[in-house]
């Protein structure tokens, strides 16, 4: 182990005593000196005259919010490489959205410590260089230089799989995860390094994005640019510097860590913007983004498609006489009886407020009756909190028509008609009238 000349140095500006005594805790813990502040003010007035390696802020700050503290940092202090890490309450797209136009480099939840601390204890032995998180995959036919090489990287802290040849190593990597691949050029079996390299460039995705660090005895500067011209990640020469592959294999994970980072962040505002965050179904925007690719696709290939709009009945009494809480488990409630009534290939969304749309491919208007009938009657005798809840269900069917908004206006139709006919009762749109 290489030692290290300072431990790290974090800034934390929260102005809650509990959270205060849980931050200092937890990078004392891992080794790293503190320093706290409750304000933004405070914190510049640090930053100008002491160094961080990281700061982790609060939103919620005396005099300012952590989000107007980052862009602070970034702009009046001009600090753009420091991490800057911020506790939220609860879970917000806009809010998200803000923080990481902001300068912010990830966002936390205040309860949900654990996340906090993997990523701290990421950053704080970044800072240390004295241990590499990850995963290789480690191909190498010469038995002495593979024992060689793995005892120092497991010194280090690395997870090394070692292969002798690139045939194994391709079927690993197709069944596990790893952060790196690490391998010769020349190697036993049919398949050389590069061979290995060009199967990676094959795989799915999320696969063909790891980081490829090639070594080889040969000086070739020509085969080199060539493997980088490719897209090999790096090139190390035999006999290898352990000092300089450790540097390039820290590097190397962390850009990993940090691509993975982003590409999970932007998955996670994908979802958010996709889906209602009440009830965890997809939202009003998914509906009108997908129902017209599965209305093109029943026309092209001529399979029937049914569309329901359910109401929650006289779902405004529930709020005014149990409050907004007990509505929102009511929401819940229904959300769940109606998602785990579909089938996986149906889509099933909260328009808005009390009222649902299902989609339902490969289905009949009879069949969507007898679902929707199913439905209403398990919400009738499910009895959320102990409330007594109805819907009203209107049905109207695709017959070749790939107009989304002509066929929701159909069924919402159907809905007005089943609420005209007493609530709690399922409605079928015709071309002619609504029957019941």
């Known amino acids: ?3 290290v000349d300072r431990p790290m140095k974090v800034l934390i500006a929260e102005p809650e005593k509990v959270f205060q005594a849980l931050l200092v805790e937890m990078f004392r813990g891992l080794g790293a000196d503190t320093v706290l502040v409750s304000s933004a003010a405070e914190g510049i007035e640090k ?17 300012a919010t952590g989000i107007s503290f980052a862009e602070s940092i970034r702009l009046d202090v001009g600090d753009n490489r420091i991490p800057v890490l911020l506790l939220i309450d609860e879970e917000d797209r806009d809010l998200l959205n803000e923080a990481l136009q902001s300068g912010i480099t990830d966002t936390f939840l205040k309860n949900d410590p654990e996340s906090l601390l993997e990523r701290v204890r990421f950053v704080v032995d970044l800072h240390s260089r004295q241990t590499i998180y990850g995963k290789v995959l480690y191909v190498e036919d010469s038995r002495i230089e593979a024992e060689m090489i793995k005892t120092q990287l497991r010194e ?19 069944a596990h995860d790893y952060d790196l691949v690490l391998t010769d050029i020349m190697l036993a079996g049919t398949m050389s390094g590069v061979d290995l390299f060009s199967e990676i460039l094959k795989l799915p995705q999320q696969k063909r994005h790891i980081p490829v660090l090639v070594m080889s005895g040969l000086e070739d500067i020509a085969r080199r640019i060539e493997l980088l011209r490719r897209g090999v990640s790096d090139y190390v020469t035999k006999p290898v510097v352990f000092d300089e592959l450790k540097v390039r294999l820290n590097n190397l994970i962390t850009n990993k860590k940090l691509f993975d980072r982003v590409t999970e962040q932007q998955e996670m505002l994908h979802k958010m913007a996709m889906t209602d965050q009440l009830t965890g179904l997809y939202n009003r925007h998914s509906l009108v983004d ?5 209305l093109s696709k029943a026309k092209r290939h001529e399979h029937n498609v049914a569309l ?15 409050g907004h809480s007990m509505g929102d488990q009511v ?22 407020g009390e ?11 009879e069949h969507a009756k007898a679902k929707c009938e199913l439905l209403r009657k398990l919400l009738e005798g499910t009895k959320p909190k102990g ?10 069917a695709a017959n070749g028509e790939a107009d989304f908004d002509k066929l929701f206006h159909m069924a919402d139709s159907a809905v007005y008609a089943a609420k005209a006919n007493g609530r709690n009762c399922v409605v079928v749109h015709h071309d002619e009238q609504v029957s019941r």
């Open 308 to 322: 329901v709009v359910i109401d929650v009945d006289h779902f405004k009494q529930v709020n005014d006489t149990h």
């Open 387 to 396: 409330l007594y809840i109805t819907a009203s269900f209107g049905i109207a």
């Open 156 to 174: 280090v802290g690395v997870n090394v799989t070692h292969f002798d040849t690139a045939e194994e190593a391709l079927e690993s990597l197709i």
């Open 1 to 3: 182990m290489e030692n």
């Open 290 to 294: 997908i129902a017209p690719r599965y």
């Open 331 to 352: 929401l819940r409630a229904v959300a769940d009886l109606l998602k785990n009534g579909c089938r996986k290939e149906d889509f099933v969304a909260r328009f808005g």
């Open 47 to 63: 930053m100008k005259s002491e160094q961080f390696e990281l700061i982790c802020t609060s939103n919620r700050l005396e005099d």
């Open 355 to 365: 009222e649902f749309v299902m989609l339902l491919p490969y289905c009949d208007i």
